[in-house]
T-cell receptor, first 110, second 112 residues
Framework: QKEVEQNSGPLSVPEGAIASLNCTYSDRVSQSFFWYRQYSGKSPELIMS????GDKEDGRFTAQLNKASQYVSLLIRDSQPSDSATYLC??????????FGTGTRLTIIP | SAVISQKPSRDICQRGTSLTIQCQVDSQVTMMFWYRQQPGQSLTLIATANQGSEATYESGFVIDKFPISRPNLTFSTLTVSNMSPEDSSIYLC?????????FGPGTRLTVT
């Protein structure tokens, strides 16, 4: 059974610091990796996708993928209180359904 | 990216009745999905809505309880049938175009 694991948190980070969110997955053939942000009472919002090893940067967000070690991470630089949310890691292969982690609750402390 | 709308956004229903949730995508997409999310929990996939054929249901979900239609590449409906309080949840429509998958705003259902 395919599994995606995340630390459920809560993860508390001071405002302005770097928040680091981690995710491991069990299926070696996984090829597409996503990070979703979900505010309380809202639906998940896609914030990053990554498909090859290495780093992908988008504004204050950097996704890192290491297929050999089967992990994907999300770094949030200069954390803001508006970054406080639950972050969901999701993994898939081809046209298969997404497998979601249980999410990490992030709190940015002003 | 795909923009997804859902109707209704919320509803309060009586036990034993049915509710149909509509999902509209602003562009043609290859795949559409229906999820359920309980408060504080992660997403649970109910089924994949297949255009022109029967939906593909996940373990624990059956067509008689959650009939799904997908008449074209931009629209799908999910019906929650013979509702009980245990069906109270947020129901989310999702669509994939290419590799990326997006979510609608959700329908908050309360069954009394």
């Amino acid at each position: 059974q395919k599994e995606v694991e995340q630390n459920s948190g809560p993860l508390s980070v001071p405002e302005g610091a770097i928040a680091s969110l981690n995710c491991t997955y069990s299926d070696r053939v996984s090829q597409s990796f996503f990070w979703y942000r979900q505010y309380s009472g809202k639906s998940p919002e896609l914030i990053m996708s990554i498909y090859s090893n290495g780093d992908k940067e988008d504004g204050r967000f950097t996704a890192q993928l290491n297929k050999a070690s089967q992990y994907v991470s999300l770094l949030i630089r200069d954390s803001q209180p508006s970054d406080s949310a639950t972050y969901l890691c999701a993994v898939t292969y081809g046209n298969e359904k997404l497998t979601f982690g249980t999410g990490t609750r992030l709190t940015i402390i002003p | 990216s795909a923009v997804i709308s859902q109707k209704p956004s919320r509803d309060i229903c009586q036990r034993g009745t049915s509710l149909t949730i509509q999902c509209q995508v602003d562009s043609q997409v290859t795949m559409m999905f229906w999820y359920r999310q309980q408060p504080g929990q992660s997403l649970t996939l109910i089924a994949t809505a297949n255009q022109g054929s029967e939906a593909t249901y996940e373990s624990g979900f059956v067509i008689d309880k959650f009939p799904i239609s997908r008449p074209n590449l931009t629209f799908s409906t999910l019906t929650v049938s013979n509702m009980s309080p245990e069906d109270s949840s947020i129901y989310l429509c999702s669509a994939r175009g290419g590799y990326e998958q997006y979510f609608g705003p959700g329908t908050r259902l309360t069954v009394t």
